[in-house]
């Protein structure tokens, strides 16, 4: 929660709640057990959508649904209201919480640093991560 309140006053949140994790089906029983619970946005998939209209699903692909717990802005007036929703999602996802707003660490792959010198093939180390030391026995 400290690291929550400490992104800044006014920073808007998201809190989330997992509850499929890249599994088949169309998994209308998981929205209609949201509406019940009286929830409104859902994430799925990476996209939000109104629980009054979830997204049909291929039930041969595998899918990600995340509840939209709450939206709020960051301050410390608001630390019950994070408090409550931080501690719905846990309940809801079996002790599992995301909140989308830049906490935590995002890996991605440098182009350029990967592929220093876009002028070698494969063969004359154009990929870096792939080339051989010198030094190496």
Same mark, same amino acid.
């Given at each position: 929660?400290?690291?929550?309140?400490?992104?800044?006053?006014?920073?808007?949140? /998201?809190? =989330?709640?997992?509850?499929?994790?890249?599994?088949? +089906?169309?998994?209308?029983?998981?929205?209609?057990?949201? &509406?019940? *619970? $009286?929830?409104?946005?859902?994430?799925?998939?990476?996209?939000?959508?109104? =629980?009054?209209?979830?997204?049909? =699903?291929?039930? &041969?692909?595998?899918?990600?649904?995340?509840?939209?717990?709450? &939206?709020?802005?960051?301050?410390?007036?608001?630390? /019950? &209201?994070?408090? $409550?929703?931080? $501690?719905?999602?846990?309940?809801?996802?079996? +002790?599992?919480?995301?909140?989308?707003?830049?906490?935590?660490?995002?890996?991605?792959? *440098?182009? %350029?640093?990967?592929?220093?010198?876009?002028?070698?093939? =494969?063969? %004359? +180390?154009?990929?870096?991560?792939?080339?051989?030391?010198? +030094?190496?026995?």
């Amino acid at each position: 929660m400290n690291r929550l309140l400490a992104q800044g006053d006014g920073v808007r949140v /998201q809190v =989330l709640a997992p509850v499929v994790r890249n599994l088949k +089906g169309e998994h209308a029983d998981v929205f209609q057990q949201l &509406r019940a *619970d $009286e929830f409104s946005r859902v994430r799925v998939d990476a996209e939000v959508h109104p =629980l009054t209209g979830p997204p049909p =699903l291929d039930r &041969r692909r595998k899918h990600s649904i995340d509840v939209v717990v709450d &939206r709020v802005a960051v301050k410390a007036s608001a630390r /019950q &209201r994070l408090t $409550e929703s931080v $501690e719905t999602a846990l309940g809801l996802a079996g +002790g599992v919480v995301c909140v989308c707003t830049g906490l935590g660490s995002r890996m991605e792959v *440098d182009p %350029e640093l990967v592929v220093p010198d876009e002028e070698k093939s =494969l063969s %004359e +180390g154009a990929v870096a991560p792939w080339t051989k030391t010198s +030094g190496a026995t």
